[in-house]
Nanobody, 118 residues
Framework: QVQLVESGGGLVQPGGSLRLSCAAS????????MAWYRQAPGKQRELVAE???????NYADSMKGRFTISRDNAKKMVYLQMNSLKPDDTAVYYC????????????WGQGTQVIVSS
């Protein structure tokens, strides 16, 4: 059974930091591109950051320089370090796994809420 479980969300003040974690199971983690997406109320889901099987990273422009994605293949974990948070970072953040082999399925976690507010 494929499972992605996010954690680390919560309420933080503007300018603060959070680290999100995603624990993966039931997938060939090392063969998956991992990513974080977010969805704010009334808006479409958008890519935050991704990290490939060769540790190449990609960030949305609004997150570049503030967010850092990383992965630990041994632990089947992916992380998102978020610094200098702004109110418009408020969203549900989702972990995503995309296989690079086979049928290349796409998997999603249930999301973790991040609220940036004074």
């Amino acid at each position: 059974q494929v499972q992605l479980v996010e954690s680390g969300g919560g309420l933080v003040q503007p300018g603060g930091s959070l680290r999100l974690s995603c624990a993966a199971s039931g997938i060939m983690f090392s063969f998956c591109t991992m990513a974080w997406y977010r969805q704010a109320p009334g808006k479409q889901r958008e890519l935050v950051a991704e990290i490939t099987t060769s540790d190449r990273t990609n960030y949305a422009d609004s997150m570049k320089g503030r967010f850092t994605i990383s992965r630990d293949n041994a632990k089947k974990m992916v992380y998102l370090q978020m610094n200098s948070l702004k109110p418009d970072d408020t969203a549900v953040y989702y972990c995503n796994a995309r296989a690079t082999i086979g049928t290349r399925p796409d998997y999603w976690g249930q999301g973790t809420q991040v609220i940036v507010s004074s």
